[in-house]
């Protein structure tokens, strides 16, 4: 099928911000352009949405057979799925908040994909005895309400808030093993960076939840490098709701603390894209610190990067707000992933073996059992790219793949001069 639709010179048009025209880098500055006043109103292409992924259908209302755990002004029950780094922060983070508000049970389930520690002993019994995810998550305690139960189905059976936190390449299998077992009214929030691309175009983390559970689905994005959240250092997140502000307002309550400031804003898909993209980014940031290019080309590829993530979350969905690119989920979580996330430190590493050794294996060694996203995120990224014909448009993100995949070499990050901008989608009308 094609699609005819107008460009708008003012996202996709010659560059404002590279002055000198000069270096390699600012060649690819007229592919994709924007200006990041909050002032400025940006149209954006209506006609677009033949090819949008539509935001999910709100969730149909099930019938709840108990009272107490159908409606968000009774007492909540939180289930953490997922029990990796950030997942162990986030039930700290919970578990604090649902001991000492009435509105939530005190009990936090958090399901954990059972293993075997070196000493023999399973991974939950070890975290319920010591009230320690001694794996993920070592040192800290994550207060003696939190409950870790290897067994899904029994995890979530009377919860009726859920938060999703897993690695997102294992959220589908996840999905098909909750499906019927989801009772009564739950709300979800998603904490998950990644997207699933499907033959009928990329769907964000929170719709797979929506659509296979039949729940409505938030996401809670951010600065939020797991660690240091859990030493209990200041930062900031950012929830993205659907419509209903009520429901924003429950999460912002649930995983609020005086060092964990949340912020609410009606844009889920544009703070999901903002955590899914910024891995592909800081991959990009990653190669920069393993050749040793210093923080000018660093700063550099951010402010390219950013761009990219911008202007392909508008692609997607024209629902995408401008000023959700300024929340934490956005400019904040891009810089800290670029200085100190894992994607980060792996990238660096394969830069300096010069793209001899493998992500899967630099992750084996490097991560012990934590999960690289930027890798497959560039993936999929790459799989729309090259689908709806927008290669062209997206330099960056397409290096950034290209480079992961051994068909060019780290230092291609900086070397944008040979890829040609594609005249008629910057200048007018284009044609897929
Ligand atoms: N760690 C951070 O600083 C951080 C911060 C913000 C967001 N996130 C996001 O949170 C999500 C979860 O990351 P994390 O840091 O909690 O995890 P992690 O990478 O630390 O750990 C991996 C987790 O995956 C589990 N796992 C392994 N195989 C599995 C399988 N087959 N099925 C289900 N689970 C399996 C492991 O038991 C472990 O709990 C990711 O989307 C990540 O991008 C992480």
Known sequence: MRFVFPLNRSLLSSSSSSTNGTTSISSIAPFISFHFSPFLSISLFPSLSLLMAPPPPPAPSQQHPHEETTNLSHKSKVTIVGSGNWGSVAAKLVASNTFNLDSFHDEVRMWVFEETLPSGEKLTDVINRTNENVKYLPGVKLGKNVIADPDLDNAVKDA??????????????????????????????????????????PSMISSLISEKL??????????????????????????????????????????????????????????????????????????????????????????????????????????????????????????TTCLGGRNRKVADAFAKSGGKRSFDELEAEMLQGQKLQGVLTAKDVYEVLSHRG????????????????????????VEYSDRKCKETLVEGSAEF
């Open 390 to 413: 927008w290669l062209e448009l997206f330099p960056l993100f397409a290096t950034v793949h290209e480079i992961c995949i051994g068909h060019l070499p780290p230092s291609a990050i």
């Open 214 to 335: 039949g729940i409505n689905c938030s996401v809670l994005m951010g600065a939020n490098i797991a660690n240091e959240i859990a030493v209990e250092n200041f930062s900031e997140a950012t929830i993205g709701y659907r419509e209903n502000k009520e429901i924003a307002e429950k999460w912002v309550q649930l995983f609020s603390t005086p060092y964990f400031i949340v912020t609410p804003v009606q844009d889920v898909e544009g703070v999901e894209l903002c955590g899914t993209l910024k891995n592909v980014v800081a991959l990009a940031a990653g190669f920069v610190d393993g050749l040793e290019m210093g923080n000018n080309t660093k700063a550099a590829i951010m402010r390219i990067g950013l761009r990219e993530m911008r202007a392909f979350s508008k692609l997607l969905f024209s629902s995408v707000k401008d000023s959700t690119f300024f929340e934490s989920c956005g400019v904040a979580d891009l810089i």
């Open 160 to 201: 009726n808030m859920l938060v999703f936190v897993t690695p997102h390449q294992f959220m589908d299998a996840i999905c098909k093993r909750l499906v019927g077992n989801i009772q009564g009214d739950v709300e979800a929030i998603s904490l998950i960076k990644g997207m699933e691309v499907k033959r009928e175009g």
